[in-house]
Structures are given as structure tokens and as C-alpha cells.
């Protein structure tokens, strides 16, 4: 069953990025896919008014959510939205998420991730300073899901770093896992490919890793790299800059192999003691 993972250069148009984001998710059906991830922060990049954008859409008068849900049935694809500000529901006023959804063939909202690590970073980049925490609220939930190409966790962008997280996410049963992400040029170039494989081969899931990958208002400059990664830590498809649609086949035969000749969950252990620390 066909993956697909997409790389975008976003800007601050919303309705021009959702244009773009049609044509790469239409190119991805084509091909057979029956799953797409979009990264993070596809429909706006270098906005200051998130927290506008995310009440319009909470209140249903946003372009985003109805754009999902119609590419979603009209592709019959299987959509993960990278991600997309939106407060939490029923609380059109509260501080926004950095939410990433999944979206099924028929249009319908199958699950919510709202992001957990928020990147309150210094960066010795022409930005130099990135602070999440002032548009976003913390998340406070694991997320997995089922789809038609395997059981499905949710992650985005910084929390690559956490590897705590992807134990949970294989502990409840994910087979792949998404992280759309907006890597800095400077991080991603030390850390990207080390931290997608790692994950990969700790969690022995694919990691379908979307990306923005060029210049964007900020100023800001992405890594790019979008890839998808097997659960042996190879990667199966990758791009370095610029759009573009990457694709793979999930092997679940080969998947259950790995797993089986290294059967790391069962050997996984739980430290009851504690950290002896010694002066």
C-alpha cells in the first residue's frame, strides 16, 4: 500500500498554499497513494495572526478545514494535515494548538494530535530566536489511529527530540509513524536525518517525515529533506529542497520480520529502582 509524504515552500498566503497543496496531493493519487502527510505549517508560514486564523476556523469561517475535507473526498485519500492552528474544541477563544489531523477518504476528522513539545529555541540563524509557546498551547495526549495502510501514530517537528514519545506511540500499537515537520536550515542540517532514522529504528515503524524545504517569510529558512524511513532505519525515498512528492510501499511482511528478529519490546526494561546516584 502506497505512502506518500510531501514537501512544500509555504509562504503567508493561505489560499495560494491550500492551490499548491491540491496539486502535490493530486499527483500522490495518482500514483496510488492511499495515505498523504503534508507538513507542518502547509497552509501558512510567517504568519503573525495564528491565533485569527485558528478561531476563523474553529467557528467554521476558515478556508482550511472545508479545503481538507473536499481534497479528502475528492482525491479519496487518506490525509495527515501536517499541522494547522486550531483551539481545542468547543473553545473557539482559547489559545490555539499546533494540531495535526487525519483526515479519511470520506472527509471525516479520524483523529486529532495536538502538539506536545513546542520549540521555545535560540537558533543561530537569520531569525535567531523561535518561540512557539507565544501562538501555541502545549498538547496533552498520545494519539495512534488506524488506517488503511497500518495503525498510525502522530508526532510533529520538535518532538523528534523526545524519544519518550515514539516508545509510547509503538507501545500502543503503531506500524508508521508522521512527523510534518519545519526544520531550521542550522538544526536540520546537524540533526534531521539522525533523529528521522533514529526514531525509525527504535520504534521499528516507517517514519514519513514531511517537510518544508526553502524560504520563507520570517525571514526564515527551512532544511527541507522530506523523507520516509522503513523500520531498518533505510531511507526509501528523500528530497533536499523544494516541492515535491516522495513515495514508498509499506512492506508489513518485512515489518513483522524485523520485529520479530529483533524483538526489542519484549527485552525493553522498566526501572523500578530508580537512578542510584553517587557522590
Known amino acids: 500500500m502506497s505512502l506518500a509524504v510531501i514537501q512544500m515552500v509555504s509562504q503567508s498566503d493561505v489560499l495560494a498554499n491550500l492551490n499548491q497543496a491540491r ?93 506536545l513539545h513546542l520549540f521555545d529555541v535560540d537558533v543561530a540563524d537569520n531569525r535567531g530566536r523561535y518561540r512557539e509557546s507565544d501562538d501555541y498551547a502545549h498538547g496533552d495526549r498520545v494519539v495512534v489511529a488506524d488506517t488503511p495502510v497500518g495503525r498510525l501514530g502522530l508526532t510533529v517537528c520538535y518532538d523528534l527530540r523526545f524519544p519518550e514519545l515514539y516508545s509510547e506511540l509503538r507501545a500502543a500499537g503503531a506500524e508508521l509513524i508522521t512527523a510534518p515537520s519545519a526544520f531550521t536550515a542550522v538544526t536540520g542540517a546537524a540533526h534531521w536525518e539522525v533523529l528521522i532514522r533514529a526514531r525509525a529504528i527504535e520504534t521499528q515503524c516507517y517514519l514519513l517525515a514531511a ?10 529558512e527551512t532544511y ?56
Request: contains cysteine; glycine residues 10%; proline residues 7%.
Open 23 to 115: 496539486s502535490l496531493l493530486e499527483q500522490a493519487a495518482v500514483a496510488g497513494a492511499k495515505l498523504a502527510v503534508l507538513p507542518e505549517n502547509f497552509a501558512a508560514m510567517g504568519r503573525r495572526d495564528m491565533a485569527a486564523i485558528g478561531r476563523a476556523e474553529a467557528l467554521g469561517e476558515g478556508p482550511i478545514l472545508p479545503w481538507l475535507k473536499q481534497t479528502a473526498r475528492d482525491l479519496r485519500l487518506w490525509i495527515v494535515a501536517g499541522t494547522l492552528p486550531l483551539p481545542p474544541e468547543d473553545q473557539p477563544e482559547a489559545k490555539a494548538n499546533a494540531c495535526s489531523l487525519l483526515v479519511d477518504d470520506q472527509g471525516q476528522i479520524v483523529a486529532r494530535y495536538d502538539k
Open 224 to 279: 527541507g529533506h522530506a523523507a520516509i524511513v522503513d523500520p531498518w532505519g533505510r531511507v526509501l525515498a528523500e528530497q533536499d529542497q523544494g516541492e515535491g512528492v516522495l513515495l514508498a510501499e509499506r512492506d508489513s511482511s518485512e515489518q513483522a520480520s524485523i520485529r520479530a528478529r529483533m524483538p526489542v519490546v519484549s527485552h525493553r526494561r522498566i526501572f523500578s529502582q530508580g537512578v542510584q546516584r553517587l557522590a
Open 211 to 220: 517537510a518544508q524545504g526553502g524560504v520563507h517569510p520570517g525571514p526564515r
